[in-house]
Structures are given as C-alpha cells and as structure tokens.
C-alpha cells in the first residue's frame, strides 16, 4: 500500500504544473457558463470530468518522454503496482474535479437564481451526472487500456476519439436546453431514472465496475509484455 500511495502522489505532481491558477480560472469559467446555460450541474460536472479526461495522459506522456518505466523497477515499484496506481489516480482525479466544479457551480447558481424547485434541480443533476460520468469513465478505461498497451505517443490520437462524441453529446444537451432546461430524450431518462433510480443505479454502477476491472486486466497483460 506504501508504494501504491507513493507512485499515486507522484502522478498528481506530474499534473500539478498544468493546473495553473490561470488555467483553473478558465475551468472555473467554463464550468460555470455551462451550468448556467443549462440549469443543469450535470453539464458542468462533465466539464470537470473532460478535464480529468485530457489530463489522465500527462503521466503516460512524462513516463515515455524521460523513460520513466524504467527508473520505476529501480525505484522497486512492480509493474502490477503501476497499473494499479495509474487507475487509482484516474479515480481520484475525477473525483478532485466533480467537487472542484460543483462548488462553484452551485455558488454560481444560486446567486444567479437559476435554481427552480431544488428537490428537481437535484434529481435531474443527478440522472445527468450519472449519465455523462458514466461515458467519460468508460472512454477513460479505453484511454488507460491502450496506453499501456501502445504508449502515449502511439495511442494519444486513437484514445482521443471516443472523447470527442461525448463532447459533442454534451454540446447537444446545452444547445438543446437552450435557457428552457434538458432535452425530452434526457428528461424522459431522469424520470425514468427516478421511478427506478436504486435498479438503474445499480446497473449503472456494476457495469462501470465490469468495465474497469476489464480495463485494467488488460492494461497489466499488456504492460506485462511491454521492454524497457
């Protein structure tokens, strides 16, 4: 656990020098444009998450760039250890930016009195966020997979495309909202999601967990077999 934890803050100080207050303020902005437009903190959270998406990478890219797998096994961190510690990282990262985003989302949003019935606001940010959270983990997995599988440099184009119709997913439930609040296909599927939230939720997070484990299988047979 010792090394795991290790090899985990370091990867969060390989991101540290791209989370400058600069770019943080245009996160913060971006965030919260969305959120407005939408009256929705589902949006936002995916904003959040694509951040975390873009910036999964970063450690793979440093890793490949100075040749890092190598010092790892003279620093004593084993390869199951390192692809363990990639996909905790991944989690926490997502997890840092949900809240990051959130907060200032809801700041934002209640001193700009968008928010209608507040238990509403709260089921219908919740059927989107699982929705979007979903997606963007599931394109993660596949990011993560192939990097070990390929490197950075030979996977960083293919990994991306996924990521691309779920930005474009999330551009069409702001465009669609337009100042009115969610689709019909979305609001159908947060009232859906309340009639059945504990089977949906359920089933949503067991396939989530499915298609990690499998993720992560493969990204230590692939890294198994990979030369240094």
């Known amino acids: 656990m010792g090394k795991l934890g290790a090899f985990v803050r370091l990867d969060f100080m390989t991101v540290k020098p791209y989370f400058t207050i600069k770019n943080l303020l245009i996160y913060v ?3 919260v444009y969305m959120a407005i437009m939408s009256r929705n903190i589902g949006t936002a959270i995916g904003i959040g998450l694509m ?8 450690p793979f890219a440093l890793g490949e760039k ?11 961190a084993d390869r199951k250890t390192i692809v363990k510690g990639r996909y905790v990282f991944s989690l926490l990262l997502n997890v840092c930016a949900i809240v990051f985003v959130t907060v200032f989302s809801l700041i934002a949003l ?3 009195s968008f928010f ?8 219908e ?78 089933a949503t997070i067991a396939l989530l ?6 993720s992560y299988k493969l990204s230590l047979v692939f890294y198994l077999k990979r030369e240094f």
């Open 29 to 31: 902005a971006l965030a």
């Open 110 to 112: 209640t001193f700009t």
């Open 125 to 202: 940010s919740l059927g989107a966020t699982m929705a979007i959270a979903s997606l963007f983990m599931i394109v993660q997995s596949i990011q993560i997979m192939m990097f070990f599988k390929l490197g950075y440099a030979k996977a960083k184009f293919f990994s991306i495309l996924p990521f691309f119709f779920i930005s474009a997913f999330v551009a069409y439930l702001v465009m669609s909202t337009r100042g009115s609040g969610m689709p019909e296909g979305v609001n159908a599927f947060i009232q859906s999601f309340v009639s059945n939230g504990l089977a949906i939720a359920t």
């Open 209 to 214: 967990a499915i298609v990690i484990f499998i």
């Open 116 to 123: 209608g019935s507040s238990e509403w606001v709260l089921v």
């Open 51 to 58: 951040i975390a998406t873009l910036n999964i990478g970063y």
């Open 66 to 76: 100075s040749n890092m797998d190598a010092l790892y096994a003279t620093l004593g």
